[in-house]
């Protein structure tokens, strides 16, 4: 039976010491509620840090363990050195302020932090993996473990991983400040699902893997070292029967009509929030206050209600945030308070669920206007405990929920003003309206509670294919097999494209010469006996020239506009039709260049090509399909033909193409058991396929789809293969590693 291995920072439990006795609480969090079920119906294992149990003897450890093994529960023990440098250090120094947009109190000289992150997050890998058995889901969750999904990947290639992100991913700009960018971006993408709480948040991780490691998203699906990952997102609800319940029970209807009567005929404001400077309580406060000096009517006739939740309290920059809450709070309410009351009731501590849903039900207007929240699950349960479909809800925009809560009166909790007219417009509501509103958000919050978040995420990974089957790369023992044949046949013919095959692609054209490594393989294999190396590129003829005129081999420049054969040092037209029609199509490329900073245009015999990797890589696709579209228009009555390749838009004449040299070529070679092989990476090698006999071998470096017989990684495993040919043809092999 397969299991679900539940991955999360904290257990759903919490463990302490009395001095005398291990006490062990349940965790009521969101987390810990919507996954109750799955833990217990599906025998899952749940893995996570289970408190400081630094104060347990060691003769009570092992006690410890089999009471939280019985709970199936799997701790990751923790010393007060990492707690501090891998929570309260990188994940809550560094990752939290980052992704909520704080920039100034992020920590970017986090070294050593970042070093124990690392070994955290690797610790928490080894363990899982050390309980993985096929057939076991993986949901790991939160930014705390960033890097889990990655590292279990590497040991674990067929595992199914998901990961759920609780937090907001910030826009491209703002990740991309981070110096760990990279290792976090593929750590997460060892998951085959990556989920989160809005399309937003979804739409800036893809954002940022194209601007950061240049991989693309399609329709949410990554394309990824074999692998098709999907990003999705998935609201988190909440135990709406839970508060719904409690809200309809008798002792909190007590409470409620006692929190009524100490309010007097004031109308009630009512937030709730964590100590914590993205919840906006500052500037909450202002906007109370602004609404206070705006309606000289209201002091005596509202009462702000802010309860505030320790967190932190020992984080210096958490301690100051609670001081200037603490000052403004007595500013004001020594400005508005009278002997009998004060306009602000401000709670410090923890409250029980009864006490809370009481204050749900006693209030009129509930605020939730953090300046960035990745969901915020107070304003759902707000909403599950109005039975009596009354109350406003004035939510920030910058909260996730507020994506499902149009009914809402949504505000920019920066805009202290705006924030005080809609306190007033909420107050002002009528009945009528309010039970609309809030008929609405009922009828959603129900619809998707927590356990349907659970489920739809886990259906979901459940359904993602973790292969490209039809794309999946060669193994190594397959190309291995390969080489063995062709080190036995009588004859090579190599026709070798060269940008992404050979070399990897470069911002600049002109950096991508070949290295050392390269020259010497290219040099060994036209020494080798019977074989032909024929380098069939887009390059023009100086270029080739230049990098291989010493070189015994075949250059094709230009698709095959020029050619210069083994044994030559002339080059020779194979293109003679005129070229007129680049006086129209050059005016249009200029254009667009100037229109898309970072493109160039490269002039050719027979041809233009208009490059964009240096630009904007989510402007330069567009300009490039828009140029396609528009030369497409222009010149369909022209003996052209506009290609798309890898960050290129190309316009050549008809009729020339590498298909051309593969037919050349294979008519001048003497034998006829001579055997092509053909490989290259993007459209214009395609040419090359079709033409190869069909004793030949086609070869298709790269993911994009292909008609060659062999799928390689990379150019590195282009080199690995062609080393492996450098051998005496009797079948004997180097014993090098395949690369890429």
């Known amino acids: 039976m397969s299991r679900l291995l539940i991955v999360s920072n904290r257990l759903p439990i919490t463990v302490s010491y009395s001095g005398t006795a291990i006490e062990i609480q349940k965790?009521?969090?969101?987390?810990?509620?919507?996954?109750?079920?799955?833990?217990?119906?599906s025998d899952s294992l749940w893995f996570g840090w289970p408190g400081d149990v630094s104060a347990v003897p060691r003769r009570q450890r092992a006690e410890l363990e089999t009471t939280l093994q019985e709970l199936r529960t799997i701790p990751i023990f923790l010393s007060h050195q990492e707690i501090n440098q891998f929570y309260e250090g990188f994940s809550n120094g560094v990752l939290w302020p980052l992704f909520h947009y704080l920039l100034d109190k992020v920590d970017l000289d986090s070294v050593q932090d970042w070093k124990t992150y690392v070994a955290v997050n690797r610790r928490f890998a080894e363990t899982v993996c050390h309980h993985y058995r096929p057939g076991d889901t993986i949901w790991v969750h939160d930014y705390q473990l960033a890097l889990v999904p990655g590292m279990i990947r590497e040991r674990f290639p067929k595992a199914r991983i998901g990961f759920f992100l609780h937090i907001p991913f910030p826009s491209s700009e703002v990740f991309r400040i981070l110096p760990w960018r990279e290792e976090i971006l593929r750590g997460l993408l060892g998951a085959d699902l990556i989920g989160f709480h809005t399309y937003a948040y979804s739409r800036h991780f893809a954002t940022a893997l194209l601007h950061v490691l240049g991989v693309q998203t399609e329709v949410e699906q990554i394309r990824y070292q074999e692998r098709l990952i999907h990003l999705g997102a998935f609201p988190m609800g909440i135990d709406t029967e839970k508060y719904s319940s409690l809200a309809a029970s008798s002792g909190v209807q007590s409470r409620c009509s006692d929190i009524r009567q100490e309010t007097g005929n004031c109308q009630v404001f009512l937030s709730i929030d964590r100590l914590d400077y993205t919840k906006g309580i500052v500037r909450r406060l202002l906007a109370f206050h602004q609404l206070l000096i705006d309606n000289p009517d209201l002091p005596g006739r509202v009462r702000f209600i802010q309860v505030v939740v320790p967190s932190r309290t020992k984080v210096e920059s958490y301690a100051h945030?609670?001081?200037?809450?603490?000052?403004?709070?007595?500013?004001?309410?020594?400005?508005?308070?009278?002997?009998?009351?004060?306009?602000?009731?401000?709670?410090?501590?923890?409250?029980?669920?009864?006490e809370l849903v009481a204050l749900y039900l006693a209030t009129d207007v509930m605020l939730v206007t953090p300046v960035r929240d990745g969901m915020n699950l107070v304003a759902k349960e707000f909403v599950a405990a109005r039975n009596d479909e009354n109350g406003v809800l004035l939510l920030s925009e910058f909260a996730g929920v507020a994506a499902e809560f149009g009914e809402a009166l949504q505000v920019n909790p920066f805009d202290v003003e705006q924030v005080s007219n809609k306190m007033r417009e909420a107050l002002l509501m009528s009945i009528p309206e309010r039970q609309t509103r809030m008929q609405a958000l009922r009828r959603r919050v129900f619809t998707s509670d927590v356990h349907h978040w659970v489920q739809a995420f886990l259906d979901k990974l459940d359904?993602?294919?973790?292969?490209?089957?039809?794309?999946?790369?060669?193994?190594?023992?397959?190309?291995?097999?390969?080489?063995?044949?062709?080190?036995?046949?009588?004859?090579?013919?190599?026709?070798?494209?060269?940008?992404?095959?050979?070399?990897?692609?470069?911002?600049?054209?002109?950096?991508?010469?070949?290295?050392?490594?390269?020259?010497?393989?290219?040099?060994?294999?036209?020494?080798?006996?019977?074989?032909?190396?024929?380098?069939?590129?887009?390059?023009?003829?100086?270029?080739?020239?230049?990098?291989f005129g010493t070189q015994s081999i075949g250059l094709h420049a230009e698709h095959g506009c020029w050619s210069r054969y083994p044994g030559q040092t002339d080059w020779a037209s194979n293109y003679q039709a005129p070229v007129d029609w680049k006086t129209r199509v050059l005016p249009i490329l200029e254009q667009y260049t100037a229109q898309t900073p970072g493109a160039l245009i490269e002039e050719k015999t027979a041809g233009l090509t208009w490059h964009y990797r240096m630009a904007n890589p989510e402007f330069g696709p567009l300009k490039a399909k828009e140029l396609q579209v528009h030369l497409v228009e222009v010149l369909s009555n022209l003996p052209v033909e506009v290609l798309k390749g890898e960050k290129i838009v190309e316009v050549r004449a008809q009729g020339v193409n590498k298909g051309q040299i593969v037919q050349?070529?294979?008519?001048?070679?003497?034998?006829?058991?001579?055997?092509?092989?053909?490989?290259?990476?993007?459209?214009?090698?395609?040419?090359?396929?079709?033409?190869?006999p069909e004793n030949g071998v086609t070869i298709h470096v790269g993911e994009t789809a292909s008609l060659g017989t062999y799928r390689f990684a990379s150019p590195a495993t282009v080199r690995y293969f062609l080393r492996q040919l450098i051998t005496s043809p009797t079948g004997t092999h180097s014993t090098a590693v395949a690369a890429g």
Not at 333 to 350: A, D, E, K, M, Q
């Open 27 to 41: 965790s009521a969090g969101g987390l810990a509620s919507g996954l109750k079920k799955p833990h217990e119906t």
């Open 321 to 354: 945030h609670r001081k200037t809450i603490d000052e403004l709070v007595g500013r004001i309410n020594s400005t508005y308070g009278s002997v009998g009351s004060v306009p602000i009731h401000y709670l410090f501590r923890c409250i029980s669920d009864e």
């Open 463 to 547: 359904q993602c294919p973790q292969t490209l089957s039809e794309t999946a790369f060669s193994p190594l023992e397959a190309i291995q097999q390969l080489t063995f044949r062709l080190n036995q046949v009588p004859q090579l013919v190599l026709f070798l494209d060269y940008d992404g095959t050979l070399v990897n692609f470069r911002h600049t054209p002109q950096l991508a010469a070949p290295d050392q490594e390269l020259l010497q393989i290219l040099t060994a294999l036209s020494h080798r006996p019977q074989t032909e190396v024929h380098i069939v590129s887009g390059r023009q003829r100086q270029v080739l020239e230049q990098w």
């Open 664 to 692: 050349q070529v294979c008519s001048q070679v003497a034998s006829s058991v001579a055997v092509p092989v053909a490989i290259g990476d993007d459209r214009t090698d395609e040419d090359m396929f079709l033409a190869i």
